[in-house]
């Protein structure tokens, strides 16, 4: 069983920082793709950002040149270091990624159970 956990919420004041981590843990033969979506109270989760293995990183245009996704894959690790926190980014922040979980077993999704992120003005 594959378990993502992750830490590094909390409240800070706009225009300080916060760092996410994401640890996945269990049963993982390959992971092919890291990343972080927000829900806002009343609104829809939206991608945040993702690292897919190969391909490009994608950001939302809102967080784009203040949020920074990394990837440890020693430690099956995904991180969000968020720069410059605006009010907007309060939310709940869910890690996503897509494992395969044993060989020959297929992909699968998987989410953390999510951290709150909270901007004071």
């Known amino acids: 069983q594959v378990q993502l956990v992750e830490s590094g919420g909390g409240l800070v004041q706009a225009g300080g920082s916060l760092r996410l981590s994401c640890a996945a843990s269990?049963?993982?033969?390959?992971?092919?793709?890291m990343g972080w979506f927000r829900q806002a109270p009343g609104k829809q989760r939206e991608l945040v950002a993702q690292?897919?293995?190969?391909?490009?990183?994608n950001y939302a245009d809102s967080v784009k040149g203040r949020f920074t996704i990394s990837r440890d894959n020693a430690k099956n690790t995904v991180y969000l270091q968020m720069n410059s926190l605006r009010p907007e980014d309060t939310a709940v922040y869910y890690c996503?990624?897509?494992?395969?979980?044993?060989?020959?077993?297929?992909?699968?999704?998987?989410w953390g159970q999510g951290t709150q992120v909270t901007v004071s003005s």
């Open positions: 269990g049963s993982i033969f390959s992971i092919n793709l």
């Open positions: 690292m897919p293995n190969g391909a490009n990183t």
């Open positions: 996503h990624m897509l494992i395969v979980p044993q060989r020959w077993r297929p992909l699968s999704e998987y």
